[in-house]
């Protein structure tokens, strides 16, 4: 995803099958880059852009699972 410096972009986050811990944390390779937290109600991952370059935005799951976002700041 493609991103001028100082944009904000929510992205959602879905655990499935519902019924399983749904507790996860985010981070980003490089926070001079881009900064992550959560959307009001952990429903979701509030990416901020800071500084041009590129970061990777990774959710981990509490049993292991991952996922993994590239970001590009202009």
Do not use: F
């Amino acid at each position: 995803h493609t991103m001028n410096g100082g944009d904000t972009w929510d992205i959602p986050i879905s655990i499935e099958p519902n019924g399983i811990s749904t507790a996860y944390s985010i981070t980003s390779s490089d926070s001079t880059i881009a900064k992550v937290g959560t959307t009001g109600g952990k429903t979701g991952c509030r990416v901020q852009a800071y500084s041009p370059g590129t970061a990777t935005v990774t959710v981990y799951t509490e049993n292991g699972l991952s996922a993994s976002c590239e970001i590009t700041v202009k």
